[in-house]
């Protein structure tokens, strides 16, 4: 049951110690909290949320982390959520709103899931801006050896749109601009999104703005927004997106909800900015990485932790019984019904994920996130499977009765967090080549044989050499239903190979993303998209959870 709320200005004040003029209001339930509002040192300890590999039937971890937070909280833990931003494709597309469901919500969740503080729209602003700024300096200097030979930087918008991949711009004549082949990224694959999250201070994203590599000059000569010389009109259009967003759940948690780059196609984490705020402002941080732990938590402790120093207490491991039967080999259709067998076969997919938990270093606990069908006979298999693993477990039925429903899981939070955090064991290091790092993270982490490099990413793999940016960390961008670079390939485990199609350097971000099994950056929308259910009821959004 919720809990009456206070204004976000009374809770910033009651629960985080914030001054009113450290926060910037946006009405009653959502605020930005000034750069350097807390206090120095973070002191707080840090929950990574992530889950086994995803299925259509969902898992839950947005809802579970906000359950999870809650019910530390009525065990009289400060604790606070430090989560990502809904992105409007997947809201309109298959996937639907993005702040939890039932009890154990972020609110106010319809405005969370659209427009916000408005953060998106400024990172879709700025991309597009620059990609304005380059097409005229191109324009102006046809001709010339410092004409735009390749162009890296695409548009970006916040919509599935398949038919924006790929354009053709500048038609219709000269003074229409310059005819070439462009297109379009879904706003959480712009560069400028995770600069965003992976910056500490503005002057840092300011830095890194410069740093993007926009292409190559006619003369072979690599082009930066620092050549450009419009950096700073950039970070203009990003200084108020670059502060953390502040609201609550439905029992008065606070959450820290900013940045919302995706994991399959980037680093699937929210800012290091809001992460370090949670980390200053609470006892207990819980965070979130995208999709399964080979995904976005593979980045979340390979890119953001190895940047940021992070170094997490405990990692939850979200799962369903459904999810675990799909792993089964059970049709979608009969997902709800009883099936020990089923259930049996799919705990090999769980098996997989506290491996590569554990392979961090990590401790690892399994939440259960629980649904009415649930029988008790399939719990106690699950518990039992975990015993015999020697891995920690608890259930958490927060979507019906929040904060309370996962006080078993809040009880072994504090218990396995009482000893300070192992140092991280990450999957490569910085100075293995970029090749490397990428197989290291096929084997070590998907379980694959090893890589294929198609020759745009051989080609690609000698100008990142001869740039200097081999020592950055590399982003997978890959499906997430399996762990192959096949959607299909759900059942396979090992001895696969991976292809990797092309290899991007993100000076600014600074990581090297390797595009695998034709990834799309632009994702499309289903036969039944989520919007069909959106409305507008005596003034009331509807159909966004």
Same mark, same amino acid.
């Given at each position: ?7 976000? $200005? ?6 985080? +110690? ?28 840090? %929950?990574?949320?992530?889950? &086994? ?25 400060? $604790? ?52 304005? !700024? !380059? ?50 990224? %879904? ?7 995770? &600069? ?23 003369? =072979? ?33 606070? $959450? ?82 009883? =099936? ?20 961090? +270093? ?82 070590? &982490? ?17 100008? &990142? ?19 192959? =670079? ?60």
């Amino acid at each position: 049951m919720s809990l009456p709320l206070s204004p976000v $200005a009374a809770m910033a004040l009651e629960k985080l +110690g914030l001054r009113p003029d450290q926060i910037i209001t946006y009405g009653d339930q959502k605020a930005k909290i000034k750069a350097h509002a807390a206090p120095a040192d973070p002191c707080g300890k840090l %929950i990574l949320v992530t889950s &086994i590999t995803p299925t259509k039937a969902g898992n839950g971890k947005t809802t579970t982390s906000i359950g999870l937070a809650d019910g530390l909280r009525r065990i009289g833990k400060k $604790a606070i959520l430090a989560l990502r931003e809904p992105s409007l494709g997947p809201c309109f597309g298959m996937k639907g709103g993005a702040t939890g469901a039932g009890q154990s919500q972020l609110v106010p969740a319809d405005e969370i899931n659209l427009h916000f503080t408005g953060d998106f729209h400024a990172i879709s602003s700025a991309n597009n801006m620059l990609s304005a !700024l !380059l097409e005229n300096y191109n324009y102006h200097q046809q001709g010339t050896q410092n004409e735009m030979k390749d162009i890296y930087w695409r548009r970006v918008m916040d919509v599935n749109d398949r038919s924006l991949r790929f354009i053709i711009t500048g038609l219709h004549g000269e003074k229409n601009g310059l005819p070439q082949e462009a297109g379009f990224d %879904i706003t959480p694959a712009s560069e400028l999104m995770a &600069i965003l999250c992976l910056s500490e201070t503005l002057e840092e994203l300011r830095t890194k703005v410069d740093d993007i590599l926009l292409g190559y000059t006619a003369g =072979d000569t690599p082009f930066t927004t620092r050549d450009l010389k419009v950096g700073g009109a950039i970070t203009a259009l990003l200084k108020d997106a670059f502060l953390p967003n502040l609201v609550q759940t439905l029992e008065g948690t606070p $959450a820290l909800v900013h940045g919302g780059p995706f994991a399959n196609i980037a680093h699937g984490c929210n800012s290091i900015i809001a992460t370090r705020t949670a980390l200053q402002l609470g006892d207990y941080v819980l965070t979130e990485a995208g999709f399964g732990s080979d995904l976005g938590a593979e980045k979340f402790f390979n890119i953001k932790c190895r940047k940021a120093g992070f170094s997490p207490a405990l990692s939850v491991l979200v799962i369903t019984t459904q999810s675990v039967k799909l792993h089964g080999e059970v049709p979608a259709s009969k997902i709800k019904e009883p =099936d020990p067998a089923a259930l049996q076969l799919g705990m090999r997919n769980v098996e997989k994920h506290i491996g590569i938990l554990r392979s961090f +270093g990590q401790k690892v606990l399994v939440v259960l996130n629980r649904f009415d069908f649930d029988s008790d006979e399939e719990i106690a298999a699950i518990r039992n499977w975990c015993t015999s693993h020697a891995v920690e477990f608890a259930v958490s039925n927060a979507y019906n009765e929040g904060g309370s429903g996962s006080m078993e899981a809040a009880e072994k939070i504090v218990a396995m967090t009482q000893e300070p955090p192992a140092p991280i064991q990450f999957t490569y290091d910085q100075d293995d080549t970029v090749e490397e790092k990428i197989r290291k993270i096929v084997t070590r &982490i998907y379980g694959g044989a090893g890589i294929h490099l198609e020759k745009k990413a051989r080609q690609h793999l000698k100008r &990142i050499k001869t740039l200097g940016f081999g020592h950055f960390p590399v982003c997978v961008a890959k499906t997430q239903y399996s762990f192959t =670079d096949i959607p299909e390939e759900l059942y396979t485990y090992k001895d696969f190979e991976i292809t990797v199609d092309d290899v991007v350097v993100n000076a600014g971000a600074g990581f090297i993303v390797a595009v695998c099994g034709e990834m799309m950056r632009m994702p499309g929308l289903p036969a039944t998209p989520s919007a069909m259910k959106i409305d507008v009821v005596d003034g009331v959004i509807t159909g966004l959870t």
